[in-house]
């Protein structure tokens, strides 16, 4: 595969003036909009009190176009509206609005998401082999990359659809959790329509930020049309790094997001429609949102070296981070309607993505450096370690269903995908080999660990393969009694299997197990059953019982030099087995003028959680797989309309994780990485709620409508790994020579649980017949959410928090044309 780099620095304005470079041809083409006939329409703002009636929500969860009332399974919709109003610009704030997901942030595009407590705890930088637990979809197209998820913007997308429990069935492997679909607006045949936005903020002590967003939708002849999509966005900084000459630089958390999406859409007869697309996005991040409260170099323990308490949102750096991704992807599908009794459908895609992965580990080499006895010099040596991924992805689907009124409804298909990964480490720490050579070689012989890299002053070198394929045959069918009782069965064959290499290099690597080449495989059946039953013609109840299903592993070979006493706990668990689970669930949806509701139950009977933990002081990630979890609890959503003028929305989940097996030590009968019978699943919050009120306010200074709109959102405490949740998280050995002092890690452990918050956002604005504004303040009350815990080489290197965006103050606009 060949590989793209990413090396020019996009600024603001660069991205902003690509994102304008679009907008004449958009003027043009949008030009005769004012006088275009009443079926193409004329773009408008919507009031707000117009778009929030409740009326009936239309989805397309099952693969096939319904209203949500009569999909037998629980669903989230955010439609368009939603996301506006709301002033959402990524999922991950949606997810906040929406019961039952959660998004662990682990930096700009490096998010884990989890529905319902199905969850692995977090994901490092160096587990490429781990696959995901919720399916993400663009449309028709998959796009989830275990922790490099996607970090799409949500501009011109028409809905955001939470799929809630296994979709083996008629989504696969990947989605044992549920299934998260953008459903983007398509080309109209016969309409032209431009609109634009613009968007101005800064941070409470950070810096400014903003975007420009375009789009235009324009007929090419009677029978085809396009839509093109773009998008810039600056992103302010908000975390400061403290330097080794006591200098602090501000805001080295930020970066920007550009890209676009241009579809088109021809109907050479008016039973078929083709419809491919283009999506392009780069993002390019000058550090991650990390609040250390220790690193090796900056401490208050040290006795040789100037004690240091970093404070909030700051972190101790000797090297720039950045974090890049470049992202293309192309697809198509086409629909042939067969006289409305049946329709056949073809999707297909290629994915190609690009992603660098830049950090300062100059503390993980100096905590190495400490236990080997180098001279402070050797713990001082600025080291970076560089991760690059390169992602080839290409996708198949073929899949007929019935169209027609009758009381058997059916789809059946077939998909092929195939993902080949090529992941790669350096680790160059220029002065090393000297340092390493005058101290008596501790780790080894340089030459004899170099495996044929060039390890010249880089301790640690690997390159990873993954190529996966995979091959399914679906299908389900629903028949309808007395057209109130519907009974749905499906079926999902599947067939993996993945090839690895792995080799490594350099002092750090295991000298034992540079070379690893192994195949996985494995096939099997993901059945669903569900039942719906129309009590009135507003209020039905469900039922499922569904299985879902994740491919297992290989895990990387331990960094053995680097383990002190932690190798015997760890190397029993180099692979790891299929996950699986049985999903059991009920619930209710009721459909009113002014009222909507969604409320269901669930248990979800987990075997083999692959739960991901850090292998000690190793400087290594494994995945363990534990016999039995399980989850369990409830949603609850609703929306009310109190008066004409006030719109209210509630979500809210609880939700029971845990382990219900006990993973010990071989050696000595201990518990592993917390993995404990009782014990929490990581990475779930039990409680997550959140509730949004708009109320229309009477037009000010001659616009159409005026409207205030609150929001509060919160998430309950969680811990980033079962460990976290022990009473010894941290070995006890103490570091000294740098530090100077004896400091136990236990005293740490009261930080290892992420609190609960909540966030306040509040937004006003005015709406014109063809322009509207909007003033916004996010994060009222600042505050500093813990998003995830991060440590380096089990926390002797550094511990920290990724955390949350500080109060930020804008205004945005939107323009229709």
């Known amino acids: 595969m060949k590989k793209r780099t990413i090396t020019d620095k996009q600024t603001y304005w660069t991205m902003i003036i690509r994102c304008l470079a679009l907008l004449p041809l958009a003027m043009v083409l949008g030009a005769g909009a004012a006088s275009a006939q009443s079926d193409a329409g004329t773009a408008k703002s919507s009031s707000v009190s117009d778009i929030h009636k409740l009326e009936e929500v239309v989805v397309t969860a099952t693969r096939r176009v319904e209203s949500i009332m009569d999909v ?9 509206s939603d996301i506006q109003r709301l002033n959402t610009f990524n999922l991950e704030n949606l997810s906040r609005n929406i019961a039952g997901l959660n998004i662990q942030n682990l930096g700009p595009g490096q998010s884990v998401v989890t529905i319902r407590g199905v969850s692995s705890g977090q994901i490092v930088r160096d587990q490429p082999g781990i696959k995901e637990q919720v ?20 501009y011109d997308v028409q809905r955001v659809e939470t799929l809630r429990g296994p979709q083996g069935t008629l989504f696969g492997s990947g989605s044992i959790g549920g299934t998260v679909r953008y459903v983007t607006n398509k080309p109209q045949l016969g309409v032209k329509d431009v609109r634009t936005q ?54 080295v958390n930020d970066g920007g997001r550009f890209g676009s999406r241009v579809s088109v859409l021809w109907q050479p007869t008016e039973n078929v429609t083709i419809t491919p697309r283009l999506v392009y996005q780069s993002i390019d991040m000058d550090g991650f949102n990390r609040e250390e409260f220790f690193n090796l170099y900056a401490n208050p323990y040290s006795t040789t070296r100037p004690r240091v308490q970093l404070g909030k949102r700051q972190q101790f750096l000797l090297l720039n981070e950045a974090f890049e991704d470049e992202t293309l992807l192309l697809d198509n599908v086409i629909k042939w309607n067969m006289n409305n009794r049946l329709e056949a459908t073809y999707a297909a895609s290629y994915t190609n993505r690009d992603l660098l992965v830049s950090r300062d580990s100059s503390a993980l080499a100096g905590s190495v450096a400490v236990d080997v006895g180098f001279p402070p010099e050797g713990v001082l040596l600025p080291s970076n370690l560089r991760d690059t991924t ?14 027609d009124d009758s009381a058997f409804q059916w789809q059946a298909g077939v998909f092929y ?13 220029p002065g090393w080999d000297l340092i390493h050579e005058n101290a008596g070689l501790p780790l080894g012989s340089l030459a004899a660990s170099s495996n044929g890299f060039n390890t010249m002053d880089s301790p640690y070198v690997s390159d990873l393969t993954y190529d996966l394929s995979q091959i ?118 009721s459909s009113y003028d002014k009222v909507t509701m969604n409320a269901s139950l669930f248990y979800a009977d987990i075997e083999n959680l692959g739960v991901n933990v850090v292998a000690g002081s190793c400087s290594s990630r494994v995945t363990v797989s534990v016999p039995e979890a399980h989850t369990m609890g409830g949603e609850l959503e609703f929306a009310v309309h109190p008066t004409d003028a006030l719109l209210v929305t509630f979500a809210g989940s609880y939700v029971e994780a845990e382990f219900d097996s006990t993973i010990t030590n071989a050696v ?17 919050p039990n409680w997550q709620l959140s509730a949004v009120a708009t109320y229309t306010l009477p037009p000010l200074w001659n616009s159409k409508e005026s409207y205030v709109t609150a929001s509060w ?17 941290f070995p006890s050995r103490l570091i000294t020579g740098l530090t100077g002092a004896d400091m136990a890690f236990d005293n740490f452990r009261d930080q290892m649980e992420l609190d609960a918050y909540h966030l306040l956002n509040l937004n006003t604005g005015l709406l014109y017949d063809t322009w509207e504004v909007m003033l916004y303040i996010k994060n009222i009350t600042d505050e500093n959410p813990q998003l995830s815990f991060d440590r380096e080489r089990n926390a002797a290197a550094r511990m920290a928090y990724r955390v949350g965006q500080p109060r930020t103050f804008g205004i945005l606009s939107r323009f229709y044309f």
């Not at 080839?392 to 269903?401: A, I, L």
């Not at 790994?721 to 998280?729: A, H, L, V």
Request: glycine share 10%.
């Open 472 to 589: 399914a045959v679906f299908g389900e069918a629903t028949y309808t009694l007395y057209d109130r009782l519907g009974i749905t069965a499906g079926l999902r064959w599947y067939d993996w299997e993945e090839d690895k290499t792995f080799r490594s290099g350099g002092a750090f690597s295991n000298s034992a197990a540079q070379n690893q080449n192994v195949t996985v495989s494995s096939n099997g059946l993901t059945p669903r059953f569900m039942v719906s039953y129309d009590v009135t013609d507003r209020v039905a109840l469900n039922a499922q019982a569904s299985r879902g299903f994740r491919l297992g592993g290989v895990n990387d070979p331990l960094n053995v030099p680097l383990c002190q006493g932690d190798y015997d706990t760890y190397r029993g668990f180099q692979r790891f087995k299929d996950e699986t689970l049985w999903n059991y669930e009920v619930g209710l949806k």
């Open 135 to 154: 399916g993400i979809y663009l449309d028709d197209t998959p796009i989830a990359i275990s922790m490099f998820t996607p970090d799409l913007d949500l």
């Open 198 to 251: 613009f968007d101005l903020n800064t941070i409470d002590s950070g810096s400014a930020g903003g975007h420009v967003k375009a789009a235009f939708n324009a007929p090419l002849g009677d029978n085809a049309a396009v839509r093109v999509t773009s998008y810039g966005t600056r992103y302010g900084g908000f975390i400061d790094a403290l330097r080794v000459t006591g200098e602090t630089d501000d805001n």
């Open 713 to 729: 959102q919160y998430v309950g405490s969680q811990f980033t790994q079962p460990g976290d949740q022990d009473s010894t998280p």
């Open 72 to 80: 037998p399974f629980s669903v989230n919709v955010q439609d368009e």
């Open 390 to 403: 390169g992602i080839e992805q290409m996708t198949h689907e073929v899949r007929v269903s019935s169209t």
């Open 668 to 684: 000595d009968g201990s518990v592993v990485s917390g993995i404990k019978d009782g014990n929490r699943i990581p990475s779930v």
């Open 417 to 429: 995908s195939n993902i080949k990964r090529n992941y790669s480490q350096r680790l160059p720490t």
